[in-house]
T-cell receptor
Framework: SAVISQKPSRDICQRGTSLTIQCQVD?????MFWYRQQPGQSLTLIAT?????????ESGFVIDKFPISRPNLTFSTLTVSNMSPEDSSIYLC????????????FGPGTRLTVL | KNEVEQSPQNLTAQEGEFITINCSYS?????LHWLQQHPGGGIVSLFM???GKKKHGRLIATINIQEKHSSLHITASHPRDSAVYIC???????????FGQGTRLTINP
């Protein structure tokens, strides 16, 4: 199994600022996923972060807005840049020890409110 | 049209009732996940399926690959089963999950 922690658990930020969210896993994993969950909605994949390579972003998400770091096999950060109220969401990271055969593990999420 | 559709979107039932949540998808898949999200946001994986049927306690998940359909059943439902249940698929050839919109289940005592 994998246990994921995220920091911060919640934050309230001002428009135009940036917030970096940390995701720490207790196991070494190749692939880490960052999701956004807007109020009342399901999860939307922002990007896939593999250690040693650039993150792969989904349509509608760009690196300038959501830069991601993946310095090692247990850690990743997602930055939400130049925030606006539309960025108010829960941001979650997720991993799997073997993506095609193993369960998915989700972090507890970071609840972001942008004023 | 979403690649993954769940029904119903909302379901309210009395304690003890048998619950069925459905998931239909329009693409070929490698596997399908059923997830549970409790108020407060934590997401837990219930099942991962690529064929057949799986059972864990009062929960049963089935999948019909030919019909592109999966169901999640809860027997003897309990108020603690109240949560959002999410179906997610791994499209063939993809390294990502595609999510349904979720089913909000409320079990009243």
């Amino acid at each position: 199994s994998a246990v994921i922690s995220q920091k911060p658990s919640r934050d309230i930020c001002q428009r135009g600022t940036s917030l970096t969210i940390q995701c720490q896993v207790d196991s070494q994993v190749t692939m880490m996923f960052w999701y956004r969950q807007q109020p009342g909605q399901s999860l939307t994949l922002i990007a896939t972060a593999n250690q040693g390579s650039e993150a792969t972003y989904e349509s509608g998400f760009v690196i300038d807005k959501f830069p991601i770091s993946r310095p090692n096999l247990t850690f990743s950060t997602l930055t939400v840049s130049n925030m606006s109220p539309e960025d108010s969401s829960i941001y979650l990271c997720s991993v799997s020890l073997n993506f095609y055969t193993d369960t998915q593990y989700f972090g507890p999420g970071t609840r972001l409110t942008v004023l | 049209k979403n690649e993954v559709e769940q029904s119903p979107q909302n379901l309210t039932a009395q304690e003890g009732e048998f619950i069925t949540i459905n998931c239909s998808y329009s693409v070929g898949i490698s596997a399908l996940h059923w997830l549970q999200q409790h108020p407060g946001g934590g997401i837990v994986s219930l099942f991962m399926l690529s064929s057949g049927k799986k059972k864990h306690g009062r929960l049963i998940a089935t999948i019909n690959i030919q019909e592109k359909h999966s169901s999640l059943h809860i027997t003897a439902s309990h108020p603690r089963d109240s949560a959002v249940y999410i179906c997610a698929v791994i499209p063939q050839g993809a390294q990502k999950l595609v999510f349904g919109q979720g089913t909000r289940l409320t079990i009243n005592p």
